[in-house]
C-alpha cells in the first residue's frame, strides 16, 4: 500500500470517528436545531428561502457550532492525530500507541 493509500485510509477513519463521536454526544442535532434557529431568523427579518445561501448560514452557525464543541472530543481527536504523525515521522510503530 502506497503512503497516499495509507493516507487516505487513516483520513477515511479520522472522519468516521468524528462524525460517531459527534453523533454520540448530540453535537449534530444541536447544530441541526441552530441551523433551523438561524433559518427562522433571517426569514422572520423578510430574507426568503431562496435568498439564504449556504454560506450565510454557515456564518450564522459556526461560531456557535464551534463553541458547542464538547473538549474531551477535542482532547480525543487531537491524540489520534499526535500519535498518527509521530507514528508516521517514526517514533514509534502502530503496535507502541492506541490508533
Known amino acids: 500500500m502506497s503512503q497516499n ?8 477513519s479520522f472522519k468516521s470517528l468524528v462524525c460517531r463521536r459527534l453523533l454520540e454526544c448530540g453535537w449534530m442535532d444541536e447544530v441541526t436545531m441552530l441551523c433551523k434557529e438561524k433559518l427562522k431568523e433571517r426569514l422572520s427579518k423578510g430574507q426568503t ?24 472530543i477535542k482532547r480525543e481527536l487531537k491524540v489520534k ?19
Open 81 to 99: 492525530v499526535q500519535n498518527k504523525l509521530l507514528q508516521a515521522a517514526g517514533y514509534f510503530d502502530e503496535t507502541d500507541s492506541e490508533s
Open 49 to 72: 428561502v431562496k435568498s439564504i445561501t449556504e454560506e450565510d448560514l454557515f456564518n450564522d452557525v459556526a461560531p456557535d457550532a464551534r463553541r458547542m464543541l464538547p473538549d474531551t
Open 5 to 12: 493509500e495509507t493516507t487516505f485510509v487513516d483520513e477515511e
